[in-house]
């Protein structure tokens, strides 16, 4: 299945697919902001940060069925796939005891080396959707400069970000999109993970009808995207500290006292240089933190 990926999932998806890199659409979406900020004119253009609960347990097996088969997946191949996710039984441990084992009647397990791909398949068919309402004029992909693509929405796994005009009739069309996959899939959105934000020109009374239509809170500096802040403050430094705190974290509980200096370094190299990796792929990471994590991990180095 993994060789075959590229050819049926579409880019705007950039994980579990050979070749994308998983940074890709976090510094697209940074992008977009950035372009929210500064966007002027008559239409203005609404963002949309949704989340869905519980993903990968609401996967109902007749739709991810249906879905293969669509994709053209061979009979043969759709059922060695379904025996492989329906073949398992649960059993709760009740007072130390376990109670009699039960099947489940959907979701995919996490952990799984095949539920990923399972996951996007299914996923596939909500861009879909989007792509072909963009198609037909009903919502308008958001373009950073006048010879950029539009972009309409971007996924990874299941955080999932939409661009549209700012008006009733181009987030209804969203949603209808949004609505009818989960329909379809089992999946629920979940209300208050999800968020919207406005570019600059966006009247402050359309906001808020808009807000009343979607439910949803406005984005916020708290809120982040594939594991990154989305919204940027005035000071970097704070932004990103919790970087920092990741690393403090991990090497706090160390008992360095039982380690030899090389031991040390060791721990330091493998476990406490790979918490910024994914961060700094993406931003230019301040000096100042940057030094900050050095002394973090040089004291520890040298604790008697």
Avoid at 111 to 124: A, K, Q, R, T, W
Avoid at 226 to 242: A, R, T
Wanted: hydrophobic share 40%; net charge positive.
């Amino acid at each position: 299945m993994r060789p075959l990926l590229h050819e049926i999932i579409s880019p705007y998806q950039s994980t579990f697919v050979p070749g994308r890199w998983i940074a890709e659409n976090s510094i697209m979406v940074h992008e977009v902001m950035d372009s929210l900020k500064k966007l002027k004119g008559r239409d203005g253009f609404v963002g949309l940060k949704l989340d869905m609960s519980k993903a990968y347990d609401r996967i109902e097996w007749c739709f991810l069925e249906k879905t293969m088969a669509s994709f053209g997946f061979v009979s043969k191949f759709i059922q060695l796939v379904m025996k492989c996710i329906s073949s398992v039984s649960f059993s709760i441990l009740l007072n130390g005891g376990p109670l009699k084992q039960f099947p489940p009647g959907r979701g995919l397990r996490q952990g799984d080396p095949i539920s990923p791909y399972l996951f996007i398949l299914c996923n596939e068919v909500l861009s879909r959707l989007l792509l072909q309402k963009e198609a037909e004029g009903l919502i308008s992909g958001f373009k950073v400069s006048r010879l950029s693509p539009s972009i309409s929405h971007l996924m990874f796994a299941n955080d999932l970000f939409i661009c549209c005009k700012a008006n009733r009739a181009e987030v209804g069309a969203v949603m209808d999109c949004v609505n009818l996959y989960s329909s379809w899939s089992g999946q629920r959105l979940n209300i208050q993970k999800s968020a919207y934000i406005c570019s600059t020109n966006v009247p402050s009374n359309t906001q808020l009808d808009l807000a009343h239509y979607l439910g949803f809170r406005k984005l916020n500096k708290e809120d982040r995207f594939l594991g990154n802040p989305i919204i940027w403050s005035n000071s970097k430094v704070n932004d990103l500290k919790f970087i920092k705190e990741k690393v403090c974290s991990k090497i706090e509980g160390w008992r360095c006292k039982l380690l030899s200096q090389a031991g040390r370094s060791t721990l330091i190299r493998a476990v406490a240089q790979s918490s910024p990796i994914y961060s700094m792929a993406t931003f230019l990471i301040p000096k100042t933190l940057c030094t900050e994590m050095d002394q973090a991990g040089w004291a520890k180095l040298q604790e008697v």
